[in-house]
């Protein structure tokens, strides 16, 4: 094998052109999936404080919304839903009048070519904040996953292209995967949170979605964040129930994980960009600490870089404009 002074890898470094011939990894707006959060009411455009350029939003606004992201070249959003009303059973999570409920049938209505993800969890439905049923101070696994199969057929219903179960309860892709074929959406994929670690970078997102648990924490069923081999399961359980894409969450610090997930099942596979790496990010970069746009290049190519075919990521129309600036 040649030794400097043959071999000198500054020569393919030398000049734009040359470095632009042997890149490897490359953002496109096809690996981009929009995060978006809806409220009731009309005229609704609240910031969200801890996560500057994002807000909550009433349906009309909404729409809106979806067009730019349609009018900039991304494919896909998710959604997220703040109830009108929370109870302890979580019962606007599937109910047909729910806010995604509602939401997605509008925007299906309005606006074409998006892909319209919804997230299937309890969390944003509850009084209490948790993923599930409780009894007492635990959540209950079983009894939450037919909640969680009936939210996402109520999804479905509405209008939802793609189901993506956030809560990591045992068994819950099987049993969605399930109810989606008896209901005849044997075509609508599941994005399964496969990989999903209890994580402190969820902080932001729980003001915009106002989700907090009430007590305690999701330690019982998010990942221990220690936990490599741990992960490998998870996946490999989403796998054989059924789900279609794979995600891994979050992404920056779990690099990793997102690597040896692509390679081990060679499946599609997401990667969440959370709230709180989106936050440190902007916070840093307003500041004047960091060249914001170019750390929000780094983290996402670090993460496709890592093996991820899709990333979630609250920069998704920063990205899509940045691509645009650049052609
Ligand atoms: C709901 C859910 C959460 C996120 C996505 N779906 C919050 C949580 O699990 O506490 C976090 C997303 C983010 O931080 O951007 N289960
Ligand atoms: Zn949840």
Redesign the pocket.
Known sequence: MATYPTKRLRRLRYNPLIRNMVRETILTKNDLIY?LFVVPGKGIKNPVKSMPGVYQLSIDNLIKECEEVVSLGIPAIIL?GIPEHKDEKGSEAYDDNGIIQKAVREIKAKVKDLVVIT?V?L??YTSHGH?GLLNGEEILNDETVSLLAKEAISHAEAGADMIAP??MMDGRVAAIRKSLDYKGFTNIPIIS?AV?YS?G??????D??D?APAFGD?RSH?MDIANRDEAIREAESDVEEGADIIMV??AGPYLDIIRRVKDKFEMPTAA?Q???E?SMIKAAAQNNWIDGERVMLESLISIKRAGADMILT?FAKDVAKWIDSNK
């Open positions: 995060p997220f997230d969890c969390c944003e993923c956030s809560d949170y999903k994580s970078y969820y902080g932001p997102f729980r915009a979605a989700s999701r998010q969450k979050p969440y959370v709230s709180g989106y609250y």
